[in-house]
């Protein structure tokens, strides 16, 4: 990458949408590396950090994409993305041609199609780039990011990117990128299962969970979830690092694309059966290691 031309992609406006847990410290490294950062989100208020740092607040993504040239969506859901983006005062309506915009939400793979078929209509490049890493990969910039859409588009925001990522790859057209991310996603869901099965066995057998956790982690047991979040459940930290209700939502959007393409998963079908277990608990605004307390009150 030709440096002046890095340095010229980081001083452009940026537009930044959605400041939830991984949004927001994903943002604060753009602020850090010099970005001149236009933002928005449905409550203000969690701006306000951004904005002490000197992030432009705008009253609409419509504006957040007339006052940028590459903008940014950190959202929750679907719906959201297709209100955020396409919708009645979106950022479609307020981008300019030329401009660059890239989902980061776990999204579907046929929104993003439509998504980067209407901003095509605008001459507008647009990239579906989820992330994993969870909170901790947000805070540490080491996210691994993975893209789908123009192959110009990831080339030209690139430098970007490495802002809030350490494993960033494109793979191919418009979804692309999500439908690796869902690739992740039915991994994850299982080998959370896993963990929890594995850390209830540990502690009714009266074992140190943390040495437990500390030497099969490093063995062919080994994972995120065991190692990041094992942890947190030692702790009884449930606080959300990614939520439940948003992996619930995960789930069935990589369900809905395997039938789209001929796909029967039967183990994703085993795992939501438990997530939605957990929601029923009321346990769908905790982390997923909060999943731990499903299985020790069904074993209780």
């Known amino acids: 990458m030709n440096p002046l ?4 992609i980081i001083n452009q406006p940026i537009g930044w949408i959605g400041l939830g847990v991984m949004g927001e410290p ?3 490294h753009l602020l850090t590396a010099g ?3 236009n933002i928005f989100t449905r409550t203000r208020e969690k701006a306000k950090r951004l904005e002490d ?8 993504p419509e504006s957040v994409g ?9 959202l929750g859901y679907p719906s959201e993305v297709e209100s955020v983006l396409l919708g009645s005062r979106g950022v479609v309506e307020g981008i300019r041609s030329g401009s660059v915009v890239v989902d980061m939400t776990t999204s579907s793979p046929k929104l993003a199609q439509e998504a980067a078929n209407e901003m095509k209509k605008k001459e507008v490049l647009f990239l579906d780039s989820p992330v994993s890493g969870g909170d901790i990969g947000a805070k540490n910039a080491s996210l691994a990011i ?3 859409g123009e192959k110009t588009g990831f080339e030209r925001i690139f430098p970007v990117l490495q802002k809030l990522g350490s494993s960033i790859e494109w793979f191919g057209p418009s979804g692309a990128g999500q439908r690796v991310k869902m690739a992740n996603q039915i991994l994850i869901a299982s080998t959370m299962i896993g963990t929890i099965e594995s850390m209830l066995y540990a502690e009714r057998s ?4 943390t040495r437990v956790i500390n030497l099969i982690g490093q063995g062919a047991a080994g994972c995120w979830s065991l190692n990041q979040l094992g942890p947190r459940i030692v702790s009884k930290d449930w606080s959300a690092g990614f939520y439940i209700k948003h992996f619930i939502k995960d789930i069935e959007i990589a369900l809905e694309d395997s039938r789209r393409i001929g796909l029967n998963l039967e183990g994703l079908k085993l795992a939501h059966r438990f997530y939605l277990l957990a929601k029923e608990k009321d346990y769908q605004n905790e982390g997923t290691q909060a999943l731990a307390k499903v299985l020790k009150e069904l074993n209780s």
């Open 35 to 37: 970005c001149k950062l």
């Open 53 to 60: 740092r000197g992030a432009v607040w705008r009253d609409s």
């Open 206 to 209: 009266n074992l140190d969970l």
């Open 146 to 148: 993975m893209c789908g």
């Open 66 to 74: 007339r006052e940028s040239n590459l903008v940014f969506t950190m």
């Open 5 to 8: 031309f890095e340095e010229e």
């Open 26 to 28: 994903m943002a604060h």
